[in-house]
T-cell receptor, first 116, second 114 residues
Framework: EAGVVQSPRYKIIEKKQPVAFWCNPI?????LYWYRQNLGQGPELLIR????????DSQLPKDRFSAERLKGVDSTLKIQPAELGDSAVYLC??????????????FGPGTRLTVL | QQQVKQSPQSLIVQKGGISIINCAYE??????FPWYQQFPGKGPALLIA?????SEKKEGRFTISFNKSAKQFSLHIMDSQPGDSATYFC?????????????FGKGTHLIIQP
C-alpha cells in the first residue's frame, strides 16, 4: 500500500514569494491533516479535512495561508506571501476515520520550506 | 499554552538499557495518547497508543504506562538498540482520538550507544 505522498520534498524561496505544497493521502482515507513542524519541535496542526470539508482550521493563519481539498482526495496548502518565520517542515497526514474509532494518522515525509 | 509537556529533551542510553520518556497533559478531555517515532528526513510514524481506560499497554519492547489521576503517561523502551535512536513524540487528542488533530509534545532526541 502506498503511503502519503507529498511534493515537493524541498523548497527554497525568497520572502514575499508564494509557495504551494501538494499532498496525496492514502487511498480511502477520508480525513486529511496539515501540520507544521518547526525545527526541534513537535508538529502543530494547521487544518483538518473530512472529505472536502475543512472541519478545523482554527490554527491556520488565514491572512497568508490557504488550503483546499476540492474532490476530497488530494490537497494543496498555499502560503502567500511567505515570511522568514514560515521556514519549517510541512507535514501531511491522513486517517481512515470512522465514527467512534481510534484510527492512526499516517504521515507523509513532509516538505521542507526554507524562506530566505 | 503547551498542552502536552515532554521530558527529557534528550536522552542517551547504553545498548540493552531501558529508555524512559515522560509526558504530562493538561486537557482532561484528551482520550487518546499515541507515541510517534521520527527519523531524520522522515515523517512521524506511530509506535504505540493507549486509551485512558487502561493503565498499561505493551507491544514488543515498547510499553506505555498511563496515570489518569496524575495526567501523565510514559514510554518505556526495553532492551534499547542502536536502531531505536530517533526522536520520539508523545501526543494526545480528544473526542475519539483518530479524527481530531493531535497535540504533540516537543520531542525527545534518543541516542542508544553501542
Amino acid at each position: 500500500e502506498a503511503g502519503v505522498v507529498q511534493s515537493p520534498r524541498y523548497k527554497i524561496i525568497e520572502k514575499k514569494q508564494p509557495v504551494a505544497f501538494w499532498c496525496n493521502p492514502i487511498s480511502g482515507h477520508n480525513t486529511l491533516y496539515w501540520y507544521r513542524q518547526n525545527l526541534g519541535q513537535g508538529p502543530e496542526l494547521l487544518i483538518r479535512y473530512e472529505n472536502e470539508e475543512a472541519v478545523d482550521d482554527s490554527q491556520l493563519p488565514k491572512d497568508r495561508f490557504s488550503a483546499e481539498r476540492l474532490k476530497g482526495v488530494d490537497s494543496t496548502l498555499k502560503i502567500q506571501p511567505a515570511e522568514l518565520g514560515d521556514s519549517a517542515v510541512y507535514l501531511c497526514a491522513s486517517s481512515p476515520w470512522t465514527s467512534g474509532g481510534y484510527n492512526e494518522q499516517f504521515f507523509g515525509p513532509g516538505t521542507r520550506l526554507t524562506v530566505l | 499554552q503547551q498542552q502536552v509537556k515532554q521530558s527529557p529533551q534528550s536522552l542517551i542510553v547504553q545498548k540493552g538499557g531501558i529508555s524512559i520518556i515522560n509526558c504530562a497533559y493538561e486537557n482532561t478531555a484528551f482520550d487518546y495518547f499515541p507515541w510517534y517515532q521520527q527519523f531524520p528526513g522522515k515523517g512521524p510514524a506511530l509506535l504505540i497508543a493507549i486509551r485512558p481506560d487502561v493503565s498499561e499497554k505493551k507491544e514488543g519492547r515498547f510499553t506505555i504506562s498511563f496515570n489518569k489521576s496524575a495526567k501523565q503517561f510514559s514510554l518505556h523502551i526495553m532492551d534499547s538498540q542502536p536502531g531505536d535512536s530517533a526522536t520520539y513524540f508523545c501526543a494526545a487528542s480528544s473526542r475519539g482520538g483518530g479524527a481530531d488533530g493531535l497535540t504533540f509534545g516537543k520531542g525527545t532526541h534518543l541516542i542508544i550507544q553501542p
